[in-house]
Every structure is written in C-alpha cells, then in structure tokens.
C-alpha cells in the first residue's frame, strides 16, 4: 500500500510565501511519478508541478513557473513544494498525488489528474489580497 498526507497550508496576504509537504509512505514502481494539483471553488483540478524519484525531472504548470519549486528529500520519504510570491489565484485545496513513472516522461501526462493512483486528502491555502 501506498499513502499519502499534505501538510504545510495556511493563509498568507499576497506576496507572501508557504512551503507544502507530502509524506509517502513508499516509493515504489507504482508511485514513481509525484505531482501537486490544486482545485479552487468552481474550478478544474489543475496540475501545478511534478517531480520524478531522480529528483532532477520536474514540470510545471505556466501560471506556477519562476514561482514555485518542487522538490523531494527521499531520506524523509518528503516531497516539497516551496510557494513564493503568492497571489490570490493561487488560492486553493492542493493535492498531493503519486502514480506510475511514465505519467512524469512529459508535462502533458504529469500534470493531468486523470491517471495518478494514491491522492492525499488536501490542504488549504488562501491568499487574502
């Protein structure tokens, strides 16, 4: 088995930065491919970055670039997401999921939902103006 739990969320005023965590309780063939999604109120679950277990593979979503890096320490079975210059759009519940290593072989695939098999249950963050 494979579990997952997010940490790290909280309110911020824009310009303001968090750092979420994800702890996986294993790496394995099945959870190869790590990826943080966020889902605002009324809107589609959006991919934000992902990280292959090399630790040197990682994508991210066009809106997130130059803001948030993505990161992991296999030591702590971590995965990180370090969030800077926060803005109101970036309010949401973020996701930690994990899911086979071809889901990280291209951006399309790792930053789409659709395919990931272990999902924490979330965490908020809130970005007041």
């Known amino acids: 088995q494979v579990e997952v739990a997010e940490s790290g969320g909280g309110s911020v005023q824009a310009g303001g930065s968090l750092r979420l965590s994800c702890v996986i309780s294993?790496?394995?063939?099945?959870?190869?491919?790590m990826t943080w999604f966020r889902q605002g109120p009324g809107q589609a679950r959006e991919g934000v970055a992902a990280i292959y277990i090399d630790g040197r593979t990682t994508y991210y979503a066009d809106s997130v670039k130059g803001r948030f890096t993505i990161s992991q320490d296999k030591a702590k079975n971590t995965m990180y997401l370090e969030m800077n210059d926060l803005q109101p759009e970036d309010t949401s519940i973020y996701y930690c999921a994990a899911g086979l290593g071809w889901l990280c072989l291209d951006a399309s695939s790792a930053l789409v939902s659709g395919q990931y098999n272990y999902w924490g249950q979330g965490t908020q963050v809130t970005v007041s103006p």
């Open positions: 294993k790496w394995d063939d099945t959870s190869s491919c």
